[in-house]
């Protein structure tokens, strides 16, 4: 058994998210590392068909909207202690993208949903996480680098993740916090415009391709195992945020 093996058998792993994209990749390669996964999102059936991809380990699919606190409350009392948990759950980022000027009041609400969400899942699961445990947020690369027009508010919830995580690691030390910041990801948030987005990708990112969910769960595999890595952003982008 290797070393990161070692390091993630038997232990358990809470996914926020796990019904698709990253969270899932994430959830797979936990478990492929004899991890118990808790898989968590809003819909019990995603849930369940992600869960059926999900080979070695354990796993556990629970819905939970991470937006109901007293939910997230009983979902997380239910799981007793955790070792690593993961936060990767997004809802579709680009519809709350406007102008300043022609924001509506519920598309800048719905910006800092993912904030709320990561705050009512580490109120619960703090008293949950084992001393050596990790936590691992997920955020968007338009926290360094938006885009021209139509991201303000946007990046401003992606920064407030960076500086949450920061804080996290501070307070919650020895408990390892740590915010993985992601460039363009082929993800269901891309559906409408995958093709658009894999051309742009391949010519004009750094490394010529369209990221994919494994690459992003590798990196969170790292943040989970490396027992000297804390209160640190860790950049996935193929070389967004330089460009």
């Known amino acids: 058994m290797s070393e990161l093996s070692s390091q993630l058998?038997?232990?358990?792993?809470?996914?926020?998210g796990a019904s698709s994209g990253i969270g899932l990749a994430a959830a797979r390669a936990a478990a492929a590392r004899g991890a118990r996964v808790i898989m968590l999102s809003r819909s019990q059936a995603r849930?369940?068909?992600?869960?059926?991809?999900?080979?070695?380990?354990t796993t556990r699919a629970v819905a939970m909207d991470m937006l109901d606190a007293a939910a997230v409350d009983r979902v997380m009392a239910s799981i007793g202690g955790i070792d690593h948990l993961v936060l990767t759950a997004v809802a579709d980022e680009l519809a709350s993208r406007a102008p300043i000027g022609a924001l509506t009041a519920e598309q800048v609400e719905r910006s800092f949903d993912k904030l709320r969400g990561f705050v009512n899942v580490l109120r619960a699961a703090a008293p949950l996480l084992?001393?050596?445990?990790?936590v691992t947020l997920l955020a968007g690369a338009s926290a360094e680098r938006p885009p021209r027009e139509g991201f303000s508010v946007l990046a401003a919830?992606?920064?407030?993740?960076?500086?949450?995580?920061?804080?996290?690691?501070?307070?919650?030390?020895?408990?390892?916090?740590?915010?993985?910041?992601?460039?363009?990801?082929?993800t269901a948030i891309h559906a409408g415009r995958r093709e658009q987005m894999k051309?742009?990708?391949e010519k004009d990112l750094l490394v010529r391709r369209f990221g994919q969910p494994e690459d992003i769960?590798?990196?969170?595999?790292?943040?989970?195992?490396?027992?000297?890595?804390?209160?640190?952003?860790?950049t996935v982008d193929g070389g967004f945020v330089a460009i």
Do not use: C
């Open 157 to 186: 919830a992606s920064g407030s993740i960076l500086s949450f995580g920061k804080a996290l690691a501070l307070e919650l030390a020895p408990i390892r916090v740590n915010v993985l910041m992601a460039g363009v990801v082929d």
């Open 9 to 16: 058998s038997s232990q358990t792993v809470a996914v926020v």
């Open 47 to 57: 849930l369940d068909e992600a869960a059926a991809s999900v080979t070695g380990g």
């Open 130 to 134: 084992r001393e050596r445990g990790s």
């Open 199 to 201: 051309a742009w990708a």
């Open 217 to 234: 769960a590798h990196a969170i595999e790292f943040l989970m195992t490396n027992p000297y890595m804390t209160g640190h952003t860790l």
